[in-house]
């Protein structure tokens, strides 16, 4: 059976439709992009509302099963923010169920039993206090470390190398932390993961994967995929 789903991405995100390859072929990802709300034009900023409402009622004539906001940034630019999007997607497409990949995460380390988490994220300092505040605020998870690559442009993010990632986890692990945490769906971790989990024998959760795991806990509950990680090799939310 062939599952279709929807994403919706930032217009400058140039990552999530190549990592959404990895997964067999039977689900099948269809985009809608949008444009920043900021007028510095931050990528970290909420996408317009207008974008969001086009793209979502394009997407519901797809007929998509589910439709994902991968924005990571955007869930933490203030409190409600999920709650309030995903009724909107929902409605502009058409009673279609929708989830952020904020929430995705969150949703993903309740899963692994994570409580405290180490969080490595190509954002800046102000970002990453938002990150974890959300996590705190909204799943009771703890963020016990953090490093930051500070970049404040979209287009940085997709040309960094994973490898900086893994350096950053030798520098902050230490025995409290249950999992690593990888925000940014433009930020390409995908094909990294299975080798991090074994080396730092921890789970990593990034942005991209979530989402996956979000999508498949929902049309294949139960499904057991062969597909790198150790939060994919399972459905059960």
């Known amino acids: 059976m062939t599952h279709h789903y929807g994403i919706l991405i930032p217009s400058t995100n140039t990552t999530v439709e190549a990592e959404c390859r990895l997964l067999p072929e039977s689900y099948q990802a269809h985009f809608g992009r949008l444009l920043t709300s ?5 990528p970290f900023a909420p996408s317009r509302d207008e974008d969001i409402d086009y793209q979502s009622r394009l997407l519901g004539t797809a007929r998509v099963e589910l439709v994902i906001l991968i924005q990571t940034s955007a869930s933490l630019h203030s409190d409600g923010y999920d709650q309030a999007i995903t009724k909107r997607i929902n409605a502009q497409a058409g009673g279609i169920p929708a989830i952020t ?5 969150g949703r993903a380390l309740q899963a692994l039993k994570a409580r405290r988490i180490g969080l490595v994220s190509p954002y800046t300092e102000t970002v990453n206090q938002g990150a974890a505040h959300y996590f705190n605020a909204n799943f009771g ?3 016990v470390a953090v490093e930051g690559f500070a970049a404040t442009d ?3 993010i997709g040309q960094l190398a994973p490898e900086k990632a893994r350096d950053a986890f030798v520098r902050i692990d230490r025995p409290n932390i249950d999992a690593f945490v990888v925000p940014g769906g433009n930020f390409p971790t995908m094909t990294s993961i299975t080798a ?8 990593v959760v990034t942005t991209n994967q979530a989402s996956f795991w979000a ?5 294949s509950p139960g499904e057991q995929l062969p597909v790198f990680v150790r939060l994919l090799a399972h459905t059960e939310s």
């Open 101 to 105: 990949s904020a929430r995705a995460i």
């Open 154 to 156: 979209s287009y940085e």
């Open 215 to 219: 999508m498949l806990a929902l049309l």
């Open 196 to 203: 991090w989990e074994l080396e730092f024998a921890k789970p």
């Open 38 to 42: 900021a007028p510095n034009h931050s």
């Open 141 to 143: 998870i703890e963020t």
